[in-house]
């Protein structure tokens, strides 16, 4: 019987947030004898706490844990992320809003050049004001605009790109 399944039975097979249904060995358990007979299986070792105790996770590569849990980045949800995010509101409460783990939300706002790498977030709060005519969407840009450049040009473009839109006016004018 492979090593693994023989450690599935000895210490039962269990879900663990975020890694999957994995194995999870106590450290103390663990030999190190093990590894390269569970790599050749084709098993991942993870590493991580549960309980309080430091365990080792054993995964089968097959078995990551599924993404469908959570929608792929389509353009109309990087649409309601950016609109969220110009309102000024915080990858948690965008996460929230849209359903979303917060993780997800704070890479693709930080591929997107929407969020200071290596800067503290500040705490999430409601929108400072509501756009709803153009004449407020303008004041609004404006006001982003004066906040951000030069330092975030990256968001500048993307803001003055979707005033343009909003505007009804080309994007390449």
């Not at 269990?14 to 450290?27: A, E, H, L, W, Y």
């Not at 004449?135 to 906040?147: P, Q, R, Y």
């Not at 330092?151 to 473009?157: D, E, R, V």
Request: charged share 25%.
């Amino acid at each position: 019987m492979p090593l693994f399944e023989q450690l599935a039975e000895k210490f039962g097979l269990k879900q663990i947030d975020p890694f999957g249904t994995v194995v999870p060995v106590p450290s103390k358990d663990y030999m190190n004898m093990w590894t390269s007979q569970l790599d050749s299986e084709g098993v991942q070792i993870l590493q991580g706490r549960l309980d309080g105790k430091v365990c080792f996770f054993l995964r089968k590569k097959s078995n990551q844990p599924q993404q469908s849990s959570q929608p792929e980045w389509t353009p109309e949800l990087v649409e309601k992320l950016k609109l969220l995010r110009n309102q000024k509101l915080g990858h948690r409460a965008i996460a929230k809003q849209l359903g979303l783990k917060e993780h997800k939300v704070y890479k693709k706002l930080k591929e997107l050049g929407l969020i200071a790498v290596g800067k503290k977030q500040k705490a999430d709060s409601e929108p400072v004001s509501t756009v709803n005519k153009p004449t407020d969407l303008l004041g609004e840009l404006i006001s982003s605009l004066n906040l951000l450049y030069p330092k975030h040009k990256l968001a500048c473009k993307v803001l003055l790109q979707n005033a343009c839109v909003f505007m009804g006016e080309n994007k390449n004018e």
